[in-house]
């Protein structure tokens, strides 16, 4: 799974995505795109140049990402990918900042369970299949209806507004529900019955309710059917000439899981930090250069009533 040797210039790392039910990698040198599905199990190992860049935008009506034409450099421990003009004529964000407000594609409306008390409402364009769901890491989820865009934005505003699920939740918010993913049964029971409360919420509404669209589970597909490891360190920053290797398990949504060497706890690395390096093959070296945080599975409470 390493990237290709570089070329002048260097492959800049553009971040995961699905594409057909799989996770990819992709990296760019200027128009040039290489793609590598994530498999479990492969070994990895990337040195980080920098300084880290833009990796551009997906302009309207465009089938293919756009260049930075600045060549920008952008924050190396930052969340942000692109420059302050990139973010300004992207496609993606457009839309989700409500500045496009009719585009003639088809969109779906879903809810999405992250764990315990996360249930989220979002649209997605149904040519985009299920890779949005994936991409954000959902636990499990279904789509409730389809429309146009302005009508499917109004579902969603509704369902948001009444509280039965919200348009967000951070990355820090979904992790801890790795741990403890729950029941596939009430995963789906609940699924169900929110989606039968925002189909009342619906009535009336200028969109195609979907009543029996089935719920997907994707714990088995994030490798989460015994919960994520009791202990991993999280990268919060890279650097230049940090090192990231390990072996890898099923990518969570953009997240990818490193299994160290010697027994080290894993890495968990969220992929839009790896954005904007541009990456190099190294073998036999260990993870280094890193900022780490322990993160460790909470005990279970204890229920046993006192005895006395």
């Known amino acids: 799974m390493n990237v290709p040797r570089q070329a002048a210039g260097g492959w800049v790392c553009t971040g995961l995505h699905w594409h057909d039910g799989q996770p990819v ?23 980080l140049a920098g300084p880290r860049r833009c990796t551009g935008a997906w302009l309207v009506g465009a089938t293919e990402r756009t260049p930075c034409p600045h060549h920008a450099v952008i924050e190396p421990d930052g969340g942000a990918v692109q420059c302050a003009a990139c973010q300004s004529v992207d496609r993606g964000l457009a839309l989700a900042r409500d500045q496009i407000l009719d585009d003639g594609r088809t969109y779906r409306l879903y809810l999405a369970w992250f764990g315990a008390g996360l249930l989220k409402v979002g649209l997605t364009a149904e040519q985009r299949g299920t890779a949005r769901l994936l991409e954000q890491g959902a636990l499990a989820w279904t789509f409730a209806a389809r429309g146009a865009l302005p009508a499917v934005r109004r579902a969603e505003l509704t369902v948001a507004a009444s509280g039965l699920a919200r348009e967000r939740f951070t990355g820090r918010v979904k992790t801890p529900h790795w ?7 009430e995963r789906r029971a609940l699924l169900a019955d929110a989606r039968s409360r925002a189909h009342r919420l619906l009535d009336g509404h200028g969109v195609e309710l979907l009543p029996d669209h089935p719920v997907v589970d994707h714990v088995g597909i994030y490798g ?46 969220d992929t839009r930090r790896l954005t904007g390096w541009t990456l190099g093959p190294v073998a036999g070296r260990p993870s280094s250069g890193l900022t780490v945080s322990p993160r460790a599975r909470p005990e279970e409470p204890d229920t046993q009533e006192a005895l006395f």
């Open 179 to 185: 741990w403890r993913p729950g029941d596939a049964a």
């Open 224 to 269: 989460l059917a015994e919960g994520a490891p009791a202990v991993y360190g999280r990268i919060d920053a890279l650097a230049p000439g940090a090192v990231v290797a390990g072996r890898l398990r099923p990518p969570i949504g953009r997240y990818l899981l490193l299994d160290q060497p010697e027994g080290a706890e894993p890495l968990l690395l």
């Open 25 to 47: 990698l992709t990296a760019v040198q200027g128009r040039r795109v290489h793609e590598r599905v994530v498999e479990p199990g492969t070994e990895v190992g990337w040195l």
